[in-house]
């Protein structure tokens, strides 16, 4: 630029007005080379014949001139609406179209990991196998009472079942025998209270009544059984999904520690 302009002096007339509208063109015309051309939006051969089959699947149809127009005009306007988007900066602001770009971007790094033999599973299996312990278990059966009140005739319902007899209470979605349930299970359903109460209780004994997240509950404790390391064949499946994440999450985390090069990190306290 600098150089254009000490070329200008040298070859222009001495008019210090005519020397200033060559000046402002020439800014002119640099200002228009390198910001002043719109953005080019293309269709190219390619999209238009996706659109085309799109149309024909859906539609069981073959476009004719003006279904043709209507979807190079919607695919311009998706294109324009995308790019407005993204000047707004709603990529960054809306989270789940952030989170699909990051999952978008995790695939095209770390791509599908060659499946593992069984010699892999194993080693994983045998190396993690923290992971691949079951929970604690409890069997109850249960009366159940839908109110946010406790039963008005409690202790007659509790003399009753530990007498042996039938009590029908309310339907639970569930059922009322719930066999070998895992603590965290049992957590998920009735809530951490209710299972600090369960805890302690006897087994073979009716109690209660019980409040849970759900109702009120009359609860027989049946049996329990110890935390234990699930048997290879049972786990195989969840240790080959182990396996495979672990290996695109050391190709994601090799990808990202070569662009934090390029950034400053600052953590605000």
Do not use: C
Request: hydrophobic share 40%.
């Amino acid at each position: 630029m600098g150089h254009m302009i000490a070329t200008l002096r040298r070859s222009a007339p001495r008019d210090p007005f005519i020397v200033f509208l060559i000046v402002s063109g020439a800014i002119f015309l640099v200002y228009w080379a390198t910001v002043g051309r719109k953005e080019v939006i293309e269709v190219p051969v390619a999209v238009q014949r996706s659109l085309l089959d799109d149309y024909a699947m859906m539609t069981g149809q073959t476009p004719d001139a003006a279904a043709r127009q209507k979807l190079i005009d919607d695919f311009v306007a998706n294109e324009l609406l995308f790019r407005e988007a993204v000047d707004r900066g709603m990529h960054m602001s809306d989270k789940t179209t952030k989170q699909r770009l990051i999952d978008r971007v995790r695939f095209m790094i770390s791509g599908a990991p060659p499946e593992p033999s069984e010699d892999d599973l194993l080693t994983w299996y045998a190396t993690h196998n923290e992971l691949y312990r079951a929970d604690p278990w409890i069997s109850i059966q249960h009366v159940f009472y839908e109110n946010d009140n406790k039963p008005a005739d409690s202790d007659a319902i509790l003399n009753r079942l530990s007498a042996g007899q039938t009590v029908n209470g309310d339907e639970y979605w569930m059922g009322h025998d719930l066999p070998n349930y895992g603590i965290s299970m049992l957590r998920g359903m009735f809530g951490q209270e209710f299972l600090d109460k369960l805890g302690p209780q006897p087994t073979g004994e009716w109690v209660g009544p019980m409040q849970s997240s759900r109702g009120w509950h009359f609860v027989k404790v049946t049996d329990r059984g110890d935390s234990r390391l699930l048997p290879y064949p049972e786990a195989r499946d969840q240790v080959r999904q182990d396996y495979l994440a672990s290996k695109s999450g050391a190709a994601v985390n090799a990808e990202v520690g070569k662009l934090k090069k390029g950034y400053t990190i600052r953590v605000e306290s």
